[in-house]
């Protein structure tokens, strides 16, 4: 059985603030993908990043940053410098595709951004 | 990325009544979901829509309830039967382009059932 857990329901963070979203996973297969969205007030979810479990490099794009370790079975996401516009509910899932291409979500960690 | 589009965009129903959500993608898809996101709550697969067979539903969703048609590769609809305030979510559609790769959503159906 596969399972995602964002432990982090809700976060609160100043403008400017650096704020790391903690994404734990558990699955009993070698090969999977993780990955984040973001869902904003107006509901649609909006694809971030995918990454492959043969794939341990983080990334960068811009303010976001992903690290991505096998050994603790976690992949976080780090926002420098936040904005407003950064507040939204971000998800981490994972796929297996032994399951199905099924994807299994955290609950999800909504992240405030206060001016 | 394909461009998914969902209609109606949100709608409040009467219980007992039943609504069908359209999902349309603008280029030819191998896979194509849909999934429930109850109020404050994470997204639940409800089902894989199959082209040309039946979907296949997740533990806890049964056809009966959640009828689901895939006609083409490019269109899916749900209905949500016999309504009841327990119903009301978000309904999203999802899509992946290739079997096993990255799945992009749709805006999302806002249900309130009253």
């Known amino acids: 059985a596969q399972k995602v857990t964002q432990a982090q329901t809700e976060i609160s963070v100043v403008e400017k603030e650096d704020v790391t979203l903690d994404c734990v996973y558990e699955?009993?297969?070698?090969?999977?993908?993780l990955f984040w969205y973001k869902q904003p007030p107006s509901g649609e979810l909006v694809f971030l990043i995918r990454?492959?479990?043969?794939?341990?490099q983080n990334e960068i794009s811009g303010r976001y940053s992903w690290n991505f370790q096998k050994s603790t079975s976690s992949f976080n996401f780090t926002i420098t410098a936040s904005q407003v516009v950064d507040s939204a509910v971000y998800f981490c899932?994972?796929?297996?595709?032994?399951?199905?291409?099924?994807?299994?979500f955290g609950g999800g960690t909504r992240l405030m951004v206060k001016p | 990325s394909a461009v998914i589009s969902q209609k109606p965009s949100r709608d409040i129903c009467q219980r007992g009544t039943s609504l069908t959500i359209q999902c349309q993608v603008d280029?030819?898809?191998?896979?194509m979901f849909w999934y429930r996101q109850q109020p404050g709550q994470s997204l639940t697969l409800i089902a894989t829509?199959?082209?040309?067979?039946?979907?296949?539903?997740e533990s806890g969703f049964v056809i009966d309830k959640f009828p689901i048609s895939r006609p083409n590769l490019t269109f899916s609809t749900l209905t949500v039967s016999n309504m009841s305030p327990e119903d009301s979510s978000i309904y999203l559609c999802?899509?992946?382009?290739?079997?096993?790769?990255?799945?992009?959503f749709g805006p999302g159906t806002r249900l309130l059932v009253l």
């Open positions: 899932a994972l796929m297996n595709n032994n399951a199905g291409n099924m994807l299994t």
């Open positions: 829509a199959n082209q040309g067979s039946e979907a296949t539903y």
């Open positions: 699955t009993r297969d070698t090969t999977y993908y």
């Open positions: 990454r492959n479990s043969f794939d341990e």
């Open positions: 999802s899509v992946e382009e290739t079997a096993g790769e990255t799945q992009y």
């Open positions: 280029s030819q898809v191998t896979m």
